[in-house]
């Protein structure tokens, strides 16, 4: 289905950015807060299957409690929660206490704000925009709590999942027989490594997180691109953890989350998977 309108593509585009600006405000929301409430809510439950004492602790959602500055817990006036342009006029300072603001704030902002601009110029208003937009904004919510936790909650990636089996009953991206080969591929081929790579050296490479993760994307995607996903994520992770030994930032024991590779890869798969495989292909002679 496509929406007509006489706006030109990159009009269009740039009056979707407040929309895509507002979204990264509450990813940050969601990136912050939701590890937060799961680990509360697993604190609870193993407290009641031991059969310990709860302890006190401050109700977290995703939508209480009100905004405030984690330094010192200054409630933040509607005013300082404009994305970008309160971080841009505060100086990436609290207007209270002057402690410097994360400046994961304006970055995830602005990147669900471009991200809303391109995917809406490329498809316009089409059922695929808000398809793509979706499975765009779950990704940065994945990227950045797996960044900050090594976690990928199952609470996203398996709604991403099921959403993208939804959207392939209909061919939105891959005929649905590819989408599922790609959701059972996905998950089979990460489950194979770890397994492979545990026996081996008795240690965990990655998290069970990825396999969902790598699922997903191969719902969404199909079973074709799943290599080229594969290709991209591992090799980046690479990169990243080479130059994090190279400059000495980072300890070789210290594990790095797997999930932002993933999601970049994939992200990159569903706007270009395509025409990368068919210019490798060309490139082969098939």
């Known amino acids: 289905m496509v929406l007509e309108t006489d706006l030109s593509p990159f009009a269009l585009a740039l009056a979707a950015l407040p929309f895509g600006l507002?979204?990264?405000?509450?990813?940050?929301?969601?990136?912050?807060?939701?590890?937060?409430?799961?680990?509360?809510?697993?604190?609870?439950?193993?407290?009641?299957?031991?059969g310990l004492p709860s302890q006190a602790q401050e109700p977290v959602t995703i939508a209480k409690p009100a905004s405030r500055c984690p330094s010192c817990g200054a409630a933040i006036k509607p005013w300082h929660n404009i994305p970008v342009?309160?971080?841009?006029?505060?100086?990436g300072k609290c207007s209270c206490c002057s402690q410097t603001i994360s400046l994961q704030y304006p970055m995830v902002e602005l990147l669900a704000g471009v991200a809303t601009m391109f995917i809406v110029y490329q498809f316009g208003l089409t059922a695929v925009t808000a398809y793509s937009?979706?499975?765009?904004?779950?990704?940065?919510?994945?990227?950045?709590?797996?960044?900050?936790?090594?976690l990928l909650p199952d609470q996203i990636t398996l709604p991403l999942l099921w959403l993208g089996l939804f959207a392939n009953l209909s061919g939105t991206f891959v005929p649905l027989n590819e989408a599922v080969l790609g959701a059972i591929g996905?998950?089979?081929?990460?489950?194979s490594v770890f397994w492979l790579f545990k026996l081996v050296t008795g240690k965990e490479g990655m998290g069970y997180g990825d396999f969902k993760l790598l699922a997903a994307l191969g719902a969404w995607m199909g079973w074709?691109?799943?290599?080229?996903?594969?290709?991209?994520?591992?090799?980046?992770?690479?990169?990243?953890?080479?130059?994090?030994v190279l400059v000495k930032s980072r300890q070789r024991e210290v594990p790095i989350a797997f999930g932002p590779f993933l999601a970049t890869a994939g992200w990159i798969a569903?706007?270009?998977?395509?025409?990368?495989?068919?210019?490798?292909?060309?490139?082969?002679?098939?």
């Not at 342009?85 to 100086?91: D, M, N, Q, T």
């Not at 979706?134 to 090594?150: N, R, S, W």
């Open 186 to 191: 996905g998950y089979l081929s990460l489950w």
């Open 85 to 91: 342009i309160s971080y841009i006029f505060l100086g």
């Open 133 to 150: 937009l979706l499975f765009t904004y779950a990704l940065i919510a994945l990227t950045g709590i797996d960044f900050h936790e090594q």
């Open 270 to 286: 569903l706007i270009w998977g395509d025409k990368i495989l068919g210019s490798y292909l060309s490139a082969v002679g098939l």
């Open 22 to 50: 507002i979204v990264g405000s509450f990813l940050n929301v969601v990136i912050l807060r939701l590890p937060v409430q799961l680990k509360n809510g697993w604190r609870r439950e193993s407290e009641g299957f031991l």
């Open 224 to 244: 074709q691109l799943l290599p080229l996903i594969i290709i991209i994520s591992t090799f980046v992770g690479a990169l990243v953890g080479v130059v994090g």
